[in-house]
């Protein structure tokens, strides 16, 4: 790592490391917005400026890539929680009723295995998108999610579990 290459309020990342996981990065952010993209091209915009401030420290005691997941994570869960929360206010001054969340966009290859996938426990899915589609370790999704590695590590086999029994009665066959 170049003495140039690194940020100035955060000593252990590098603006090329950054660079590097960026797509991974927005990935996960458009899975924690529901796949609005400009949600999540705002949320990736916020952990970048939480790193260059210096709010979101990267001290070295995971991967950087579990770190900024973990930023993105944390910035989406207070996201919603605002939005709850002025929805619950709008609602309670309101009579009328507030529209619907827009539903995900499904991705068109393997239709039956991703709408098993939306149909597990927030937990069970989050693991799975993090293994399985954004190349993690159970160890680092577990990191990312808040939790242990044993109760990372549980999510992940009822994950897999579930999905073989849904699939198979679906008839689509599920390798373990």
């Known amino acids: 790592m170049r003495d140039s290459d690194v940020l100035d309020k955060n000593p252990h990342v590098s603006r090329s490391a950054l660079e590097a996981i960026h797509g ?14 400009s949600v999540a091209e705002d949320l990736v915009q916020q952990v970048y400026v939480e790193l260059l ?14 770190f900024v997941f973990s930023v993105v994570q944390n910035l989406a869960r207070s996201r919603y929680r605002r ?15 507030v529209a619907e969340a827009v539903q995900p966009i499904e991705p068109n290859e393997s239709a039956a295995l991703w ?7 927030q937990r ?9 589609c954004r190349d993690m370790t159970i160890e ?18 009822r994950a897999k579990k579930t ?7 679906k008839g689509a066959g599920c390798d373990d």
């Open 53 to 66: 401030t210096g709010k979101a420290r990267f001290d070295n005691r995971s991967s950087l890539k579990t």
């Open 115 to 121: 709408k098993a996938v939306q149909e597990l426990p």
């Open 24 to 37: 991974q990065v927005f990935g996960w952010a458009l899975s924690r917005s529901d796949y609005d993209s």
């Open 140 to 157: 680092a999704a577990a990191g990312v999610m808040g939790v242990s590695v044993g109760t990372g590590r549980a999510h992940y086999d």
């Open 163 to 169: 999905l073989k029994t849904k699939l198979s009665n």
């Open 83 to 97: 939005i709850a929360s002025r929805l619950r206010l709008v609602q309670a001054a309101s009579t009328e009723a």
């Open 124 to 132: 069970q899915r989050d693991i799975v998108e993090l293994v399985f």
